[in-house]
């Protein structure tokens, strides 16, 4: 054999279903493939050609996209590519294009149809795969610290754009975080800002990286999914996403690490709603977002992972409809932060969610200027409705002049609801406290929600109210071993897995948040904050956790369910529809529910 026939052989010997075959079978099929090298962004076929051979990737990435250009798959080293439009007609139904400089061999179609004849392992692979396009290596069950491909490779602001240069050179990154002496990240410099803002603007090799890197990125923290960081790298068109724990910089995640994963179906959504011109045009993309709750339900993901997914698609609804309205309206007169507050501020959505929102202005916000904001959340409130979050039935949204207002406005309300906390004021208290920004200057939001957990962290009369708040949803036990069902009209019979399921353990995170000054906003991220803290004892905690994940799937597996019978979506569930195993661990879950009230109730929250 050749040189190159041996190393592509030996390169096959690593790959499936090529490592079944015997040696001399490998050396033959080694020397059919041939090999391209194509650069970043070339095209290897569109939806419709005729294929000329399976594709196999020895180094790169590329991405498959639908006929419509949306994306299907971001493949890496040792996937194949090409063998649903050979096994069909020999005609491409998707599109091939590199994102980074590649190497791909290729075999011949008459090659790959002798294997697929002569050869079973073949043939299941492949025709595994025709029936399976959408399952390999998805994103959405990954943590972000599972993604990072190495240690942070890191410079500090006042290196010269040439030792970061020959930094990346040597360590053979595309980017390096810039950090202050502590490790804390201040920004990210790229190869692509040594061309554009140095090599094309004529700087010299003296200049520092702080004046040529991307201050202040959006990042993301270990423990987020790896779905979060296709979903940011699809809608705001970036390749590198810098990871921070507490602040200091743990390393990068690029395009190149995930293109290995498939990408999961939400974000073919996202990148559908980031294309959509109209309203409709989002409305039809968010119509599937049922079918996406019964596939997840169905690959048995966790529902914290079904949820944040499901919200994220929110998110992508919400900022393409505050770009349009801009598009529409001008420029904002002043800076604005849009927030969500309920389940999608909590990044719990499930298939039912209604829209719970409001908009924080910049104190330099004139009368004149409210004209702007009013139009704004007419806009983007009613074209949430048309893509199927209802209006709020208690006015909790941006078109509610109440809750449109300047920030100093915003922190009055905040103080005014501490200082009084009548029952009006802790209902309003419990929704803002779950309060999460969308679109617009998040740092209008930072600093007040910091002095307002100190203020109502400290008032001992304000927490006690919010507990006593807590305690008002209650898990639906009933005596002998039963449940308290519903007992008349519409859902007789049937508990309500939101307002006596989720809701009291929402509540009781609430509290552990505020007693610990705690700024994460999901249930479950509170309960795991709270552990670490001190607020509840490891041990209730972990017993809180699990009786809120059974409780949870519970609710979505009931809705996929009923997705699945072509009925709408609900909290309610008949009990006597679970089996014997299933109620008994049920009831089990709210036990836990209620013993944990009972403590913060009687002030052992502490001590969980």
């Not at 890496?76 to 294009?97: C, K, M, Q």
């Not at 004849?117 to 994103?139: C, Q, T």
């Not at 409210?370 to 208690?394: I, N, T």
């Not at 009084?420 to 740092?443: C, H, K, W, Y």
Request: aromatic share 6%; hydrophobic share 45%; proline share 5%.
């Amino acid at each position: 054999m050749s040189d190159s026939v041996e190393k592509i052989a030996a390169f096959l010997a690593t790959v499936h279903p090529y490592d079944s075959l015997p040696r001399d079978e490998l050396a033959r099929v080694a020397g059919s493939f041939s090999r391209r090298e194509p650069p970043a962004s070339t095209e290897i076929y569109a939806f419709g050609e005729p294929l000329s051979g399976l594709f196999l990737i020895e180094a790169g990435g590329v991405e498959i996209l639908d006929r419509n250009g949306g994306l299907v798959s971001l493949l890496g080293p040792r996937n194949s590519f090409g063998e649903r439009g050979l096994l069909r007609d020999g005609l491409a139904v998707t599109t091939a294009r590199t994102i980074e400089d590649s190497t791909l061999l290729m075999l011949p179609v008459a090659e790959l149809r002798r294997l697929l004849a002569g050869f079973p392992a073949f043939e299941r692979f492949f025709n595994r795969a025709r029936g399976s396009e959408a399952r390999a290596n998805d994103l959405s069950a990954r943590k972000v610290e599972d993604l990072m491909a190495r240690a942070p490779v890191a410079c500090s602001p006042d290196t010269t754009v040439t030792e970061a240069a020959r930094q990346m050179r040597e360590t053979h990154v595309s980017s390096l975080g810039v950090v202050d002496a502590d490790g804390r990240l201040l920004g990210i410099v790229t190869t692509r800002d040594l061309s554009n803002r140095v090599l094309a603007e004529g700087r010299d090799g003296a200049t520092p990286v702080s004046a040529v890197m991307t201050a202040d990125p959006v990042t993301l923290t270990p423990q987020a999914l790896g779905s979060d960081i296709l979903h940011l790298m699809l809608e705001r068109k970036i390749g590198h996403l810098p990871i921070v724990r507490n602040g200091h910089f743990a390393g990068m995640v690029t395009q190149t690490d995930l293109t290995r994963f498939q990408a999961l179906s939400s974000a073919v959504l996202i990148r559908d709603l980031a294309d959509a011109g109209t309203v409709a045009e989002m409305a039809a993309v968010t119509a599937r977002i049922p079918s996406l709750l019964v596939q997840m339900v169905g690959g048995n993901n966790a529902h914290e992972v079904v949820t944040r997914l499901i919200t994220d698609i929110a998110d992508a609804v919400t900022r393409r409809l505050l770009a349009m309205a801009e598009a529409e309206l001008g420029p904002p007169p002043v800076p604005y932060l849009w927030l969500a507050c309920g389940s999608q501020g909590r990044q719990e959505q499930t298939g039912v969610s209604d829209q719970d929102n409001c908009l924080m202005l910049d104190d330099a916000a004139t009368d004149g200027d409210m004209a702007y904001f009013h139009a704004l959340a007419e806009s983007v409130s009613k074209g949430l409705d048309a893509c199927g979050y209802v209006f709020c039935p208690g006015d909790m949204m941006a078109t509610n002049p109440r809750w449109c207002q300047k920030v100093s406005v915003w922190r009055d309300y905040f103080r005014g609801w501490i200082a009084t906390p009548n029952p009006e004021a802790q209902m309003l208290a419990s929704v803002m406290f779950d309060l999460r920004p969308i679109g617009g200057a998040a740092s209008l939001f930072g600093n007040l929600q910091a002095a307002t957990l100190e203020a109502a962290a400290k008032n001992s009369i304000f927490v006690a109210h919010m507990v006593s708040n807590s305690l008002k949803h209650t898990p639906p036990l009933g005596l002998l071993r039963g449940f308290a069902t519903i007992r008349s009209g519409e859902h007789r019979n049937q508990i309500d897995l939101k307002h006596n399921g989720v809701v009291p353990v929402a509540d009781l995170a609430r509290v552990y948040a505020l007693q610990g000054r705690l700024a994460a906003a999901n249930t479950r991220a509170r309960l795991l904050a709270a552990a670490e803290a001190g607020v509840i004892s490891a041990a209730g905690a972990r017993d809180l956790t699990e009786a809120y994940d059974l409780i949870a799937e519970t609710r979505l597996a009931n809705q996929a369910r009923q997705i699945k019978a072509g009925r709408k979506p609900d909290n309610y569930l008949a009990p006597s529809d679970l089996s014997d195993f299933e109620r008994s661990h049920l009831r089990d879950a709210f036990v836990v529910v209620r013993t944990m009230q009972s403590a913060v109730g009687q002030g052992k929250g502490m001590l969980g």
